[in-house]
């Protein structure tokens, strides 16, 4: 189940999708008949907004992502995630990982403790 701040965040990044294709709908139709291109105007504009819709989806991804993973919580499933963590040994570099005990979800990123450093 989402939780109400969530459900909040994606009607927030529905709303900022909608008006980024909205606007790039229209550069992009004014730019392609500027630059010639007619009756395939509307088109370009069309593709301008999608590629606009998809850049922000996967930004409203990334950003639901980044809160489910400082939360400790699996962004897929929302189960608790298991965290490992292995000391950097002068040859590699801390490693923190997580991995989520009900879905296939893993996660990995450099880390540093403070028993790194020693
Ligand atoms: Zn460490
Ligand atoms: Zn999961």
Not at 78 to 90: K, N, S, T
């Amino acid at each position: 189940m989402l939780a109400w701040t969530g459900r909040v965040a994606v009607l927030g990044w529905l709303a900022v999708a909608l008006v980024s294709a909205g606007g790039w709908y229209v550069t992009g139709t004014r730019i392609a008949r500027i630059a010639g291109g007619g009756d395939l105007a509307p088109a370009a504009g069309a593709l301008a907004a999608a590629v606009a819709v998809t850049l922000v989806w996967r930004w409203a991804t990334d950003d639901r992502r980044e809160a489910s993973l400082s939360r400790g919580l699996c962004p897929v499933c929302d189960a608790p995630l298991e965290w490992r963590h292995e000391h950097a040994d002068g040859h590699t570099r801390g490693l923190v990982a997580a991995e989520c005990p009900r879905c296939a979800f893993a996660h990995a990123e450099e880390g540093d403790c403070p028993d790194c450093a020693a």
